[in-house]
C-alpha cells in the first residue's frame, strides 16, 4: 500500500470514455420522443465533447452531465445532428457560456448560412456579428484539428446525401476512437476510420440504403476486419452501430450501444504536472473536479451492486479491468459473419483474475508494464477497503450483453426504464354489443398513438376518450396496465355510463365524476 501511495503522488488517473445519448434516426424524436443520435465525450468525469446537437440531444446531455460540454462537432447539417444547434448557442452564450462549434470548412459554410439563418436578421438588426453566439472553427478534411486541450479529430468523408464527415479521435496523438456518423457502407470510409483505431462506431440499421449501412454489411466487415486483425497478429476493433431507431429497434447482432451506455476508451496513470496535487484516495479519483460529471445518476438507477468488466476476444468475459492497448495494424482489406458468442458469467473480480492473460499476447514497454503494476495495487487496495463501495463515486453499472472479442475497453449498462404492457382489450361504446378488440402495444410508445390506433380499429372518429371499467379516464399510458380492458367512447358520442356498458363487461359501482 505504501508503494501504490508514493506511485499516486507522482501519477494521476486519466480516463476518457464515451457516452451515448441517443440512437434515434431523423424521425425517431419527432414520432416517439426518443432522442436522435449523439453522444458526449467525458475526460475525468468531465463532459469535454457533444458529438452532434439533433433533435433531444440537449435535453438528454443535461440529464445525464447536467452540462453541454464546451465543444461541439457537427458532423452535417440534417436536423437529426444539428437541429438544436441554433437555440443550443443562443441561450448559452446568453448565459455567458459562448460554445465552441467544430466542423468540416464546407459543413462549417453551409451551418453558417442556413442552419443559422433564423439569427442572421436579429443579429443584423442588433449591430452583432455570428461570431459573437459561439467560436466557429474549421478542421479541413484529412488533416488533424485539435478540439481540447488533450482530444484531437482527423475527419473523413461518409457516404451520405449530404455532405457529412464522421472522424478517428485522438488523446494526445493517440487513437481512441472511430466514428462514421451517418453513412451507407462504403469499405474505402471504413478502412480510413479502423485503422489504428481499438473501438468504432458505425451508422446501421435493418434495411440499408446509400445513406445508412445494413445490419448485414457491418457484421460481413467485422468479419473481415477480425480476420485481418488476426492475420497480423494485432487487437481486433470492437465494432458497435447506433442510428437504428428507438430503443425497441435495438439489434441482438451486430452489437448496439443504447441511451446511457458508456465504453472506456482510454484509462492509464501519466505523469503529474508540476503543481497539480494527486487525489486524496483512490476512490475519489473520479469524483474530483466541478461536480458535473458522469458519477451521478437518479436514484432509481442505483439497484444492484457495481459490476465493471472488460470485453475481451473470447467468449467468456473475464471481471476487472483491461487497459486499452493502442497498436498499429496494417491497411486492411476488409470484408463473413461471426457468430454470436455465447453468454457468458464473469469472472469474480479478484487480483488474480485480473492478472491473467488477456486475448494475444503482445510485447510489453517498461511504462505499459508500470501502469499494468499500478492498476493491480490500486484494485488489490480496493478490494480490501471496506469503504469501497461507499466511496465509489461512479454508482453502479451493469454488463451489457452480447459482447465480442478484444474490444480492450471496459463498458457499463444503466437500468432501461420500466417495460410498457404489451396488450389491451378495447370495447366501443358505440356498438355495446361487439366483443372487445385486442391491440398490440410493441410500437406504442404515448396515449395518443393508442387512441390513433384504437380509432383506426373500430371506426371511432374522432375518438374521446379512453375508460377503465370503473369509468376513470386513462390520461397517460402509465396507467395502462398488461391485458386492461378498456372502453373508448366517441365526441359526440355516447357518454360512458357505468350502468350501460358493452355486454361483455359486468362491472358494480358507482360512475366517478364527468370527464372533460
Known amino acids: 500500500r505504501s508503494s501504490f501511495c508514493t506511485l499516486l503522488q507522482t501519477h494521476l488517473m486519466v480516463r476518457v470514455e464515451l457516452l451515448c445519448l441517443g440512437t ?41 452531465c447536467k452540462k453541454v460540454p464546451d465543444t461541439i462537432y457537427i458532423s452535417h447539417n440534417h436536423s437529426d445532428h444539428a437541429g438544436e444547434l441554433p437555440l443550443l448557442l443562443s441561450v448559452e452564450a446568453g448565459k455567458g457560456r459562448r460554445k465552441k462549434v467544430v466542423a468540416e470548412t464546407e459543413v462549417m459554410t453551409r451551418i453558417l448560412n442556413h442552419r443559422l439563418g433564423e439569427y442572421h436578421e436579429s443579429i443584423e438588426l442588433s449591430n452583432r456579428k455570428l461570431s459573437d453566439l ?44 472511430g466514428w462514421s456518423s451517418d453513412s451507407g457502407f462504403e469499405p474505402n470510409f471504413y478502412q480510413q476510420i479502423s485503422t489504428q483505431t481499438p473501438v468504432l462506431i458505425l451508422d446501421a440499421r435493418q434495411t440499408g440504403s446509400y445513406d445508412h449501412a445494413a445490419f448485414d454489411d457491418v457484421i460481413e466487415f467485422e468479419r473481415k476486419l477480425a480476420a485481418a486483425c488476426d492475420a497480423a497478429g494485432v487487437t481486433r476493433t470492437a ?72 470485453v475481451l476476444h473470447s467468449p467468456v468475459r473475464h471481471g476487472g479491468y483491461s487497459q486499452p492497448r493502442h497498436t498499429n495494424p496494417p491497411i486492411h482489406n476488409f470484408g463473413s459473419q461471426q457468430q454470436q458468442p455465447p453468454h457468458a458469467q464473469p469472472v469474480s473480480p479478484t487480483l488474480s483474475a485480473r492478472s491473467q492473460p488477456r486475448g494475444r499476447s503482445i510485447p510489453r514497454t517498461a511504462a505499459q508494464q508500470r501502469s499494468s503494476d499500478i492498476r493491480n495495487l490500486l484494485h488489490q487496495i480496493n478490494d480490501n477497503d471496506p ?91 402509465n396507467q395502462v396496465t398488461h391485458m386492461m380492458e378498456l372502453v373508448a367512447t366517441k365526441h359526440a358520442g355516447a357518454p360512458f355510463d357505468i350502468k350501460d356498458l358493452p355486454i361483455h363487461l359486468k362491472v358494480s359501482g358507482a360512475p366517478p365524476g364527468p370527464a372533460f
Not at 484531437?152 to 472522424?167: N, W
Open 24 to 64: 434515434g434516426k431523423a424521425s425517431t424524436h419527432i414520432y416517439y420522443g426518443e432522442p436522435s443520435t449523439g453522444f458526449v465525450i467525458i475526460q475525468d468525469g468531465e463532459p469535454v465533447l457533444l458529438m452532434g446537437a439533433g433533435l433531444g440531444i440537449v435535453r438528454s446531455c443535461v440529464y445525464y
Open 134 to 177: 459561439a467560436d466557429f472553427v474549421d478542421c479541413p478534411e484529412q488533416e488533424m484539428t485539435s478540439v481540447t486541450s488533450h482530444l484531437s479529430i482527423i475527419p473523413y468523408r461518409s457516404q451520405h446525401s449530404e455532405r457529412c464527415f464522421g472522424f478517428v479521435l485522438f488523446y494526445m496523438n493517440r487513437p481512441i476512437l
Open 387 to 477: 469503504r469501497g463501495s461507499d466511496t465509489d463515486s461512479r454508482g453502479y453499472s451493469y454488463t451489457l450483453p452480447g459482447q465480442r472479442s478484444n474490444s480492450l475497453h471496459s463498458i457499463k449498462r444503466f437500468p432501461a426504464p420500466e417495460p410498457l404492457p404489451s396488450k389491451v382489450f378495447v370495447h366501443n361504446n358505440e356498438n355495446k354489443g361487439a366483443p372487445p378488440k385486442l391491440y398490440l402495444l410493441k410500437n406504442v410508445r404515448t396515449l395518443d398513438q393508442l387512441k390513433l390506433k384504437v380509432s383506426n380499429g373500430q371506426n371511432i372518429k374522432p375518438i374521446k376518450h379512453l375508460h377503465q371499467l370503473d369509468g376513470t379516464v386513462i390520461r397517460s399510458l
Open 239 to 310: 465494432i458497435y452501430v447506433t442510428v437504428y431507431g428507438t430503443q425497441a429497434e435495438v439489434p441482438t447482432n451486430p452489437q448496439a450501444l443504447k441511451i446511457g451506455q458508456t465504453l472506456m476508451l482510454f484509462e492509464d496513470f501519466e505523469p503529474a504536472p508540476a503543481g497539480i496535487a494527486p487525489p486524496v484516495a483512490p476512490s475519489n479519483l473520479m469524483s474530483s473536479g466541478s461536480g458535473h460529471n458522469m458519477n451521478t445518476y437518479p436514484q432509481s438507477a442505483i439497484a444492484e451492486p457495481r459490476q465493471e468488466v472488460s
